[in-house]
Nanobody, 126 residues
């Protein structure tokens, strides 16, 4: 059975940093692309980053480019999201998700992801 453990969220001041981790057990991530999504109150879930199965390619939504970095450690079945220079508008619940189909292709479409973490709160506030 697939299990997700997301960690690293919390409260941070603007300009600060957080590192989210998503540890997945129950199968090997070696062949799957992993996405990070977020959902702010009253807003739709937004795809913010994706990393292909090998870790050699990533993709980001414009609003986080240059500030967020996703990486993965397939040996530990864990994916990371390093978030720097956080802004008020980054406040949301963050989710990691496993994309079905080819692990070589990323997508920001939530409909292409079959398995989801439970979500973790990130709050940027002064």
């Amino acid at each position: 059975q697939l299990q997700f453990v997301e960690s690293g969220g919390g409260l941070v001041q603007p300009g600060g940093s957080l590192r989210l981790s998503c540890a997945i057990s129950g199968f090997s991530l070696d062949y799957y692309a992993i996405g990070w999504f977020r959902q702010a109150p009253g807003k739709v879930r937004e795809g913010i980053s994706c990393i292909v199965s090998s870790g050699t390619s990533t993709d980001y939504v414009d609003s986080v480019k240059g500030r967020f970095t996703t990486s993965r450690d397939n040996a530990k079945n864990t994916v990371f999201l390093q978030m720097n220079n956080l802004k008020f508008e980054d406040t949301a619940v963050y989710y990691c998700a496993v994309k079905r189909g080819s692990g070589y292709i990323c997508s920001g479409d939530a409909g292409r992801y079959d398995w989801w973490g439970q979500g973790i709160q990130v709050t940027v506030s002064s």
